[in-house]
């Protein structure tokens, strides 16, 4: 790798937005308190927008998706309850299995369908009867966007309807949430209706350094609130980070089709080299790289400033420090790679 070349073009995730001049300048000017005492006017002012604009009584700011969703899962669910939830969902596989491991709470992972999300039937199977053999099955887990993939808004309808008939409550990942609105030009509430509870990651593609925001009921939020602080995300002049929160709703939401825009034209342009490439819903292009080329071409686009997360199923990733001229200039440190024709 040559170290001489800065990585100007980062393919490898929306979280390595760095934080634009104007929300370093909101960060910098953000009135604070300690959020602990519930003094920190920014971090209310963030917490009342998010709970407005999707359409719940409260919410509450975490320095981490990963722990507004543990902290949701404990507010839902007890020692020794079951949460449904997708066999390679995010607070399944890429949480450390942190729900079983910290809030003795049992997942039952289940298989995915093509679109995101889990079968209707699949669920109902899962549901352990009142049995003294059984965990309490509490909980249906979906996440949205799943893979970059938006879950069709009728299967969420159906299977959030059909969780609450069966007894059991209804928890969002929705980490990406937002690209999936712009994506369907679908609205905040409209897209999670049917969820007791969401988490929404600012510090992807909506570009903050940090923060997530759980939404749910006065009494969900309390009760996350206190696990929260046992997790060790009490942060106390978090106003700074509210304020690139705040920041990112105002003008970070709508630039979310640019990226989605990006991401077809990459799609298209590895297409034409003939690779096998899935057609992006958002803002993640997934291509497939045969097992001899993956070292070589990692090397070969690190030499010209293009770093990726490079396998046999590749994930790229546009986001708002990736413009469209970046995106040509990735297509062509892809083409330029001599190994294709081998
Ligand atoms: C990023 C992400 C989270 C939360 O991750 P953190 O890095 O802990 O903020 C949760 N779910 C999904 C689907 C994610 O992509």
Known sequence: MNSNVPFSIDLRSDTVTGPSRGMRAAMAEAEVGDDVYGDDPTVNRLQAVMAERFGFEASLFFPSGTQSNLAALMAHCGRGDEYLVGQQAHTYKYEQGGAAV????????????????????????AIKPDDVHFARTRLLALENTFAGR????????EATAFAHARGLRTHLDGARIFNAIVKLRSDERAAVSGFDSVSVCLSKGLGAPAGSVLLGSLPLIRDARRWRKALGGGMRQAGILAAAGLYALEYNVERLAEDHENAAILAAGL????????????????????????????????????????GAHTRLVTHLDVTRAKIDLALQAFREYPGWSR
């Open 102 to 125: 910290l809030a003795s709470i049992q997942p039952q992972p289940l298989e995915h369908e093509a679109h995101g999300g889990i079968a209707i039937e699949r669920i109902a199977a």
């Open 150 to 157: 938006v879950l069709p808004a009728a299967y969420v309808l």
């Open 271 to 310: 297409r034409d080299l003939g690779l096998k490439v899935e057609l992006p819903q958002t803002n993640m292009v997934y291509v497939d790289i045969a097992a001899g080329h993956i070292d070589t071409l990692i090397e070969h686009l690190a030499a010209r400033g293009v770093r990726a997360s490079i």
